[in-house]
């Protein structure tokens, strides 16, 4: 039914949304949801906050590219992502994906590679607050493996 | 030609600015990239060759051998670590 993808400050629902994603749909007999929050520790640093950047227009671009390819990947009804940007605290919820479908086995996988997509491939970066100054988050090669399972190859971390 | 430059995150912070717009004869992605190293300092330091810098135009990812047009835009931004 419908693909959407929101960029915002503000706070979400997951209980309203996954309603929402699935209503007036009486094919959907699976719903799959990823919800990324804010954790008290990286690297071996206590976070006190992050703050995060994206880049407005491609950050909804490329999303809306990695449903399409969702799309004819998985025989999927419809799919969300939630994307928070500004100043964020442990516990908050940062980043959602839902999906929905017949069957649970293409929400579950829709789902995993909605995110791993959006782990390399989105324009968003994190900068913490730690004891020891703020500090930009670095790559992680294992989302470039994470996206390559799916035949993509990554290239976020390779240096150019 | 005219080109608009945007810069995020760690390589923003280096450059002191979030966007500029620049005149240049650089037909492709690296050309300019080389061009902009060329001014030296923070330019330099921040697009420097061996780094993981990440190169996007009008807003899709792109390797260095992408083709620039008139009026297009051009972002440098380090990897990306949503989600």
């Known amino acids: 039914m419908s693909f959407t993808v929101s960029i915002q400050t503000q706070d979400f629902d997951v209980s309203q949304e996954l309603a929402a994603l699935r209503a007036g749909d009486a094919r959907v007999g699976a719903v799959c949801s990823f919800l990324g929050t804010v954790r008290e520790r990286n690297d071996g640093s206590s976070v006190a906050s992050m703050e995060l950047e994206h880049y407005p227009g491609m950050t909804e671009k490329s999303i809306a590219a990695m449903m399409d390819e969702a799309k004819k990947r998985f025989d999927i009804f419809a799919a969300r992502v939630i994307h928070r940007v500004g100043l964020l605290h442990p516990e908050d919820q940062i980043v959602f994906v839902a999906v929905t479908s017949a069957h649970r086995g293409a929400s579950f996988k829709a789902c995993e590679f909605l995110m791993d997509y959006l782990k390399t491939q989105a324009p968003f970066w994190k900068k913490e607050v730690t004891p020891e100054g703020a500090r930009w988050v670095d790559a992680r090669v294992s989302d470039d493996q994470a996206l390559a399972r799916w035949g993509i190859q990554a290239t976020n971390t390779l240096p150019q | ?83």
């Not at chain 2, 923003?12 to 492709?28: D, F, H, L, M, Y």
């Not at chain 2, 780094?51 to 899709?60: E, G, H, I, S, W």
């Not at chain 2, 390797?63 to 990897?79: K, N, Y």
């Open chain 2, 1 to 83: 030609m005219k080109v608009n430059l945007k810069y995020f995150a760690s390589i923003r912070e280096a450059i002191g600015q979030g966007s500029e717009s620049v005149g240049t004869q650089a037909a492709t992605l690296q050309a300019l990239r080389d061009e902009l190293i060329a001014r030296g300092g923070v330019y330099a330091e921040a697009l420097a060759h061996g780094r993981a810098v990440r190169m996007a135009l009008n807003q899709d990812l792109c390797d260095a051998s992408a083709a620039l047009s008139d009026g297009c835009e051009v972002a440098f931004f380090p990897p990306v670590t949503g989600g």
